[in-house]
Structures are given as C-alpha cells and as structure tokens.
C-alpha cells in the first residue's frame, strides 16, 4: 500500500551563500527565500524517505544547452542532521532515463545546505538526469525532504517512500536540491531569471488582471534590480510585455514572491494555462529557461470570496464569551476582508434580538437550538446535516482554519454598495448591486439578498451586559476586551430572511433600500452596512449557502450633507491605499485620528484618516475617508 505523503510547515533559517565555496550548480529552488514559503515533507513515520529532481533536456532548454557537460554532485538542504552513513541509509542519489535505476554514494548530511559529489560525474546527453538524495526518517526528526512550496516546477518534485517506488508530486513544490556542474557549464548559466505565478488565485477574469503572488527566481550569481516579463495565456493571440523594477534587487541566487497585477488568458476553462517568461534582466537578453506555467479557472464569473461568519448567541449566555474570544482572535489574525454578524436567538432572547434572528433557526435543523454556534458561509461539511459548529478547544486555531477554508471557496455571485449618508438628517440608505454567476441563473436557482445595518466594537453597559466574562477559567483579558460585535441595529431586508432577486439575462441586479434614521446612540463611527446573496431552501439544508457577502463602512459612504459648495471636492482611496484627489484643490493635507500628520505619497496604513483641503476657490473644507 502507498504511504500517505505528509506536509508539515517548517521554520527554515537560510544558510547564507557566502559562507559556501562557489560552485556552479543548477536547479528552479532558490537558495534563499523567506521562511514560511518552505515547507518540510515526508511520511511522518520510520522509514526510508528519498527524493530527486529531473533534469529533462526534452523539457527545459536549460538542460539542453547543458548537453555535453557533467553534473558531478548534490546540493541539498535539511533541517535535521542525518549522519546516518555506517548505517548505510544516507546517500546522494543519481539516475539516468529512469528514477528506478540510481546509483549511490553514501554520506552523512548536517542541517542547512550540504554539497557531496559523486564518484564518477554524469555526462549530461538526451536522456533525463535524477539527482537528489535518501535518509532514514526517524519520527523523533520527521519530514527530512525540504521543498520551496510557492512554485510546482516540472520534475521539481520526485519523492520515493519507504522504498516502495518513485512518484512524481506535481503540486508539492519544488525540492530544494540542485545539481553540481563542471565548472566549464558557468557561460551557459550566465543570464538566467525564472517567474512563475503562483497557484491562487484559482478563478480570474478572461484577459483581466489578477492580484498574483508571482515567484522570481534569479539564478545567476548576479544581482537583478529589473526585467522585462512576458505573459501568455491559454486563447491568447500575442504575449504582453511589461518592464518590471524590484524595491530591492534580487541577490544572486534569490527566490521573492512578489505581489504584482498579471493578466489572465483570454480563453474560458476550468484549467487553463498561463506561461510567464523573462525574455531580459538588467536591459540584457536572458538565456531560455523553462517557463513558468499555471493553471487557472478561467470564467466570466470571477468573483473575489469575501466569507460570511454568523454566530449565534445571546447576552444571557454564559458560554458565549469563551466563543467570541477564540474567534475574534481568529478574525484578527485572518489578514483578509470577512463580515462577521451576530443572530441573538437559539438559546435566550435579549435586547439584541431582531426576527430574522429567530427565522434563521431552521438551519441548526435536527441539531438542538443552543448557542454558542457559528456558520462558515452557511456551508454544510461532508457528511453532516447542518451548516452550524459548536463551540470548539480554547483557542483560534480551529476558527481560523474554518475561516480559511471559508475564504478559498468559489464566490457565485458579488455585492457591492452605493450609501447614502446624510450628516445633518442622520440618515442611512443604500443601493445594493452586482451580479450573480450564471451557473445559479441558467440553473434557475433562486437567490436571496440580506442587507443590514451593523455596529461594532459597542462597551459594555448596565443595559448592554454580557453573562459569562467571570468564569473561573475565562481569559485573564475576557472582560477587558469583550465588546458587542456584529450587532444588526435595522434590517434593510424587506422579506424575513432575504429578498428574492430579481436579475437580467446577464445575472445583473440593482436593489434600493430607502433611508433609515440613525439613532443618536449607536457610534457613526463604528456602522456599517453589510449584504450578502444566498441560497435558500428550508427542505433540503444542504441546499442553502452564501454565494458572496461584502460590506461598506459609512466613513467611507457617499456624504450628502457637507456644505453645497463643497460638494465638487472629491478624494479616493487608491488600490494601494494612497489618498488622492479627483477634482481641483489648491491643496491638501491628510491627519490621522490622533491629528498626526502623514506623507500623502506614502500608502497608508488601514484605518480612518481626515483629509483637510483648499479648494480652487479659495474655500477650505475637511472630508473623512476609510482606508481598508
């Protein structure tokens, strides 16, 4: 029977190069690279664990042009001494055609990069050449193998355990093993620079750009400080060309991921290719290596996931605070956007609870009304019969993980805001549009839109207690931290638990929700209006879920009130959170919340920031703006 392979994060330290002898080597794993990109692998368990890279002259041009030359050892890094050489069980490896057939040396490795070479050098021809190395996995020192997890490189990955045949992993990374070459092999190495996009995200738009987390891999023994990068994607007609400059140079050897905009191919699939190259490094022509391919869901219905977290509670329950702690800590740690609302029913009403609270209810379905409980998107998990969890160990892992899974499921539909927020009347309203995907709307399938008015962060009060923050065994800083959160203070929704959409042919819709009084009590500054589209079906719980959610703080609403003759004095947030102005100022200056002034050049850091201008008239005025 096959071993499971099994994949443990590592913290690496990355020796550094210059305290090795130059040798000239070749391989697409970089030799320094951060830490949390490395992930150490094996099965866990005693026994033999071996690994081997494929250098491929039918397959990487690098490998071609290598034709001729020798490959005269291993280069490899580890996280455990393996002096395992009288037992025979560590060795440097080397096949020829096939994997099966390899040829040892043994050795003994220490932690971080080892270089051995082998008896007799491997005279690079037409065939594939393995090279990589084998140890004795001991489960005081499992996962031996270290691979580079950002990029599944072609032949990056061959993995043999316990002895039982080699496979080839095509998406576990790539090993961090490269091959030793004659020294006369260096001119053909000379210019080299490999890029690849990484496997997320998995659904992007036809010939649209993405936000990509892209793998540069100089492989030189020169720094790279720019380059020009070709994208190719499957249905294209012709490559674009860009000029790309790193805010520091790559150093010789490096591997980066760097985020950065890539264009998406032109043609729609669930698996479809995308080839990035680097055609020039430093404005001089590079030698060919191979390129860097992923694969994407390519489709018109493109949507960016953002999670819909429900909890059930209630102020008169006691177990509830150890909930939100744990989960609240996971949200924080969770680095990007979510909503999160509260439904007080399932246990005890309380001064929170709204009716869409309790005709929620019917999704705990055979499970007992209880709470604390939470819902992930209202997914229902393999083999359960309801979308809802208890409340878990102390502590935000396993909220995080749901939250995670949560967020790399496909999005169906998307919602965005149009408020109206009115300073003087101290009113609310909104348009909620956007669309929904067109495997729902050629299904038929029935979607729902919810939309509330949320308030966060609200302290505790004689009126607005909380039960439960005394236990003997709560949090040290459960009481000084707990606030109400995800508090629904008006349900914009005209139908109890969600309005039936209507769309166009397209999935296109646009709903108005008339204005709504704000009360003098709840904090402007802690609003937020947020929606979500869903699935509904009371039948069948399986058959409910949230196609997509999102929200809009009013801080960063469209402001009615401010006065007349300030109206023409416009300013946005840019993607990469910088202020700037989109009419005519003399001048302006940006003030976070404390009053400090910041650099409007620079990007800003999350959070709410006053922007005090001049007009083109003369006039002088400040506006508020939300950088998320």
């Not at 560590?90 to 050795?107: E, F, I, M």
């Not at 045949?165 to 190495?189: C, F, H, N, S, V």
Request: charged content about 20%.
């Amino acid at each position: 029977m096959k071993k499971r392979f099994f994949i443990a994060l590592a913290a690496l330290v990355m020796t550094s190069m210059s305290s090795l002898a130059e040798v000239v080597r070749f391989g697409y794993a970089p030799e320094q690279c951060a830490e949390e990109d490395m992930i150490a692998q094996g099965s866990g368990t005693n026994g033999f664990c071996a690994g081997m890279i494929c250098l491929d002259p039918n397959v990487d041009p690098v490998v071609k042009r290598l034709e001729g030359h020798t490959v005269k050892g291993v280069r490899a890094y580890f996280l455990n001494d393996y002096k395992q050489s009288r037992q025979n069980r560590s060795q440097v490896l080397y096949a020829t055609g096939t994997p099966d057939n390899t040829t040892t040396k043994v050795c003994d490795f220490v932690k971080g990069w080892n270089e051995i070479y082998f008896d007799e050098p491997v005279v690079i021809g037409s065939e594939p050449i393995y090279v990589g190395v084998q140890v004795y996995e001991l489960r005081g020192t499992p996962y031996p193998l270290v691979t580079f997890g950002k990029a599944d490189i072609a032949g990056g990955c061959w993995v043999n355990l316990e002895k039982e045949g080699w496979a080839e992993y095509t998406q576990r990374g790539t090993l961090m093993i490269q091959a030793i070459l004659d020294d006369e092999a260096a001119p053909k190495l000379e210019n080299m620079l490999y890029a690849s996009v990484e496997k997320s995200p998995l659904v992007v738009a036809p010939s649209e750009k993405f936000d990509a987390s892209v793998y540069f891999h100089n492989m030189t023994d020169q720094e790279v400080s720019s380059i020009t990068l070709s994208t190719f994607g499957q249905g294209d007609t012709e490559a674009l060309s860009e000029e790309v400059t790193f805010d520091t140079p790559l150093a010789a050897h490096e591997g980066r991921m760097v985020q950065m905009p890539i264009r998406a191919g032109a043609e729609s699939g669930a698996t479809q290719w995308l080839k990035l190259s680097v055609p020039k490094m430093n404005g001089v022509e590079t030698q060919p290596v191979m390129d860097g391919v992923s694969t994407h869901h390519v489709t018109v219905d493109a949507f960016n996931r953002i999670p819909l977290i429900e909890e059930f509670t209630s102020q008169l329950c006691t177990n509830c605070p150890f909930m939100i702690y744990y989960l609240d800590m996971a949200m924080e740690e969770y680095d990007g956007p979510l909503v999160y609302v509260t439904h007080h029913s399932g246990f005890q009403k309380d001064r929170f609870t709204m009716p869409v609270d309790e005709e929620l209810l019917y999704l705990f379905g055979s499970k007992a009304l209880m709470n604390p409980a939470v819902m992930y998107d209202r997914w229902v998990p393999e083999g359960e019969s309801s979308p809802i969890f208890g409340a878990q160990l102390a502590e935000h892992e396993p909220y995080l993980e749901q939250i995670m899974a949560a967020a790399v499921r496909p999005a169906m539909a998307s919602v965005e805001f149009d408020l109206r927020y009115d300073e003087n009347a101290k009113t609310i309203g909104c348009t909620v549009s956007g669309r929904v995907g067109t495997s729902i709307v050629s299904a038929g399938i029935p979607a729902y839109l919810s939309v509330y008015l949320i308030e966060d962060n609200i302290p505790l009060t004689e009126d607005l207690f909380q039960l439960g923050l005394d236990g003997d065994d709560a949090p040290a800083d459960l009481k000084e931290k707990f606030r109400h959160n995800g508090i629904k203070r008006h349900d914009f929704t005209l139908a109890l638990g969600g309005d039936l959409l209507t769309t166009d042919e397209n999935g296109n819709y646009s709903v108005d929700y008339a204005d709504i009084a704000i009360d003098p009590s709840w904090n402007v500054n802690n609003l937020k209006v947020v929606g979500y589209v869903c699935k509904i079906n009371k039948d069948d719980i399986r058959e409910n879920g949230v196609l997509n959610a999102n929200y809009k703080h009013l801080t960063n609403a469209s402001v009615i009130s401010v006065d007349s003759d300030m109206a023409q004095v416009g300013f946005k947030v840019t993607r990469d959170r910088r202020i700037v102005a989109t009419s005519d100022v003399a001048s302006f200056s940006i003030f976070n919340l404390q009053g400090v002034a910041v650099d409007k050049n620079d990007a800003l850091v999350p959070g709410i920031y006053i922007v005090s201008f001049k007009a083109a008239d003369g006039q002088v005025g400040a506006k508020k703006l939300l950088v998320k």
